[in-house]
C-alpha cells in the first residue's frame, strides 16, 4: 500500500481526550495509511516433626544394654511464592517528572518492538493505564470507559499497523538506532486543563530514529503523558488527524526534530 504524506497546519491544541482548546499554529507532517479504525472494543509452614524413638531392648543373658534411636526428622514446606502486581493507575499521580534520556528509550523500546511486530496486544503495556484515565475523566465524559477502549485503545491498533505497515519490506533488518525527546518540550499540565481532573506531564513529538537498508528514517509518538514518573503513550499517531484510521505522525527521512511543542 503507498504511504501519502499531507501536510497540514493546526491551529487547534488537542488535549488527551481527543478534544481541542487553543495554541499557536504550527505545520506537521503525517503518513496517512488506509487501515479503518475498528472500535472494540502463603500456605504455612508445618511444625518440624520428630519420628518417635524406639523403646530399649535388653537381652538377659547378657549385661549389655543395646538402645536403638531412629533419626530424628524435619519437614518444612515453604509456602508458594506469590507476587501481584499492582496497577500503577490505581495508585496516586505525583508530580515527578519523568526523565528524557536514556531512560526514554528503555521505556519506548517495547513499543518498538510491537510496531516490528505488529502487535498492538504487545504495545498495551507501554500505553497510558486505564484506572488513571477512568479518574482524569470521571464526571467529564458520559462513559470514560468506552472513551478509553473505543477511542483511545482503537486509534493505537491501527496506529500500530500503519507504522509497522511503514517499515515495509525490510521491517526484520531494520534497527532501532534512537529514541529522541527534547526535554525543554516537556510541560506540567495543571489539574483542570485540557479537560482534564489531575495534572501530569505533556512530552509531545518523541522521534523513533532507525536504520534501514543504509537510510536513516524515524517518525514520531504524537504524545506521552506521565503518571507517577513514568511516560506512557496516549497518542501514536497524530490527534486530532485529517482522517480517522490508521496514521503515522510526521514520518522522514534522517532523524528529524523533536517536538514541536504544545498541545496536551
Given at each position: 500500500m503507498d504511504l501519502?504524506?499531507?501536510?497540514?497546519?493546526s491551529t487547534e491544541r488537542s488535549s488527551t481526550d481527543g478534544y481541542r482548546g487553543?495554541?499557536?499554529?504550527?505545520?506537521?507532517?503525517?503518513?496517512?495509511?488506509?487501515?479503518?479504525l475498528v472500535a472494540t472494543a502463603?500456605?504455612?509452614?508445618?511444625?518440624?516433626?520428630?519420628?518417635?524413638?524406639?523403646p530399649s531392648t535388653t537381652t538377659p543373658a547378657h549385661t549389655t544394654t543395646t538402645t536403638t534411636l531412629s533419626p530424628t526428622t524435619t519437614t518444612t514446606t515453604r509456602p508458594p511464592s506469590t507476587t501481584t502486581a499492582?496497577?500503577?493507575?490505581?495508585?496516586?499521580?505525583?508530580?515527578?517528572?519523568?526523565?528524557?534520556?536514556?531512560?526514554?528509550?528503555?521505556?519506548l523500546e517495547p513499543l518498538w518492538d510491537a510496531i516490528v511486530a505488529n502487535s498492538a496486544q504487545q504495545a498495551l503495556p507501554v500505553f497510558f493505564p486505564e484506572p488513571a484515565y477512568l479518574r482524569m475523566k470521571e464526571g467529564l465524559?458520559?462513559?470514560?470507559?468506552?472513551?478509553?477502549?473505543?477511542?483511545?485503545?482503537?486509534?493505537?491498533?491501527?496506529?500500530?499497523?500503519?507504522y509497522h505497515q511503514a517499515l515495509g519490506a525490510l521491517v526484520e533488518s531494520t534497527t532501532?538506532?534512537?529514541v529522541n525527546g527534547s526535554a525543554v518540550d516537556a510541560e506540567w499540565i495543571p489539574p483542570g486543563a485540557?479537560?482534564?481532573?489531575?495534572?501530569?506531564?505533556?512530552?509531545?513529538?518523541?522521534?523513533?530514529?532507525?536504520?534501514q537498508d543504509g537510510v536513516v528514517r524515524s517518525f514520531a509518538v504524537a504524545s506521552l503523558i506521565s503518571w507517577r514518573g513514568v511516560w506512557y503513550v496516549v497518542h501514536l499517531g497524530p490527534n486530532p488527524?485529517?482522517?480517522?484510521?490508521?496514521?503515522?505522525?510526521?514520518?522522514?527521512?534522517?532523524a528529524g526534530t523533536p517536538g514541536p511543542p504544545g498541545g496536551c
Amino acid at each position: 500500500m503507498d504511504l501519502g504524506v499531507i501536510t497540514r497546519r493546526s491551529t487547534e491544541r488537542s488535549s488527551t481526550d481527543g478534544y481541542r482548546g487553543s495554541s499557536a499554529p504550527r505545520a506537521r507532517a503525517f503518513c496517512v495509511v488506509g487501515i479503518a479504525l475498528v472500535a472494540t472494543a502463603c500456605g504455612s509452614a508445618s511444625a518440624p516433626h520428630s519420628a518417635p524413638t524406639s523403646p530399649s531392648t535388653t537381652t538377659p543373658a547378657h549385661t549389655t544394654t543395646t538402645t536403638t534411636l531412629s533419626p530424628t526428622t524435619t519437614t518444612t514446606t515453604r509456602p508458594p511464592s506469590t507476587t501481584t502486581a499492582i496497577d500503577p493507575g490505581l495508585l496516586p499521580q505525583t508530580v515527578a517528572e519523568p526523565p528524557v534520556g536514556a531512560s526514554l528509550r528503555r521505556a519506548l523500546e517495547p513499543l518498538w518492538d510491537a510496531i516490528v511486530a505488529n502487535s498492538a496486544q504487545q504495545a498495551l503495556p507501554v500505553f497510558f493505564p486505564e484506572p488513571a484515565y477512568l479518574r482524569m475523566k470521571e464526571g467529564l465524559l458520559p462513559d470514560p470507559a468506552a472513551d478509553y477502549v473505543d477511542r483511545l485503545i482503537s486509534f493505537y491498533r491501527v496506529d500500530i499497523a500503519a507504522y509497522h505497515q511503514a517499515l515495509g519490506a525490510l521491517v526484520e533488518s531494520t534497527t532501532l538506532l534512537s529514541v529522541n525527546g527534547s526535554a525543554v518540550d516537556a510541560e506540567w499540565i495543571p489539574p483542570g486543563a485540557c479537560e482534564n481532573l489531575i495534572g501530569y506531564w505533556h512530552l509531545p513529538g518523541v522521534r523513533l530514529v532507525y536504520a534501514q537498508d543504509g537510510v536513516v528514517r524515524s517518525f514520531a509518538v504524537a504524545s506521552l503523558i506521565s503518571w507517577r514518573g513514568v511516560w506512557y503513550v496516549v497518542h501514536l499517531g497524530p490527534n486530532p488527524r485529517p482522517v480517522d484510521i490508521g496514521t503515522v505522525d510526521q514520518p522522514a527521512v534522517g532523524a528529524g526534530t523533536p517536538g514541536p511543542p504544545g498541545g496536551c
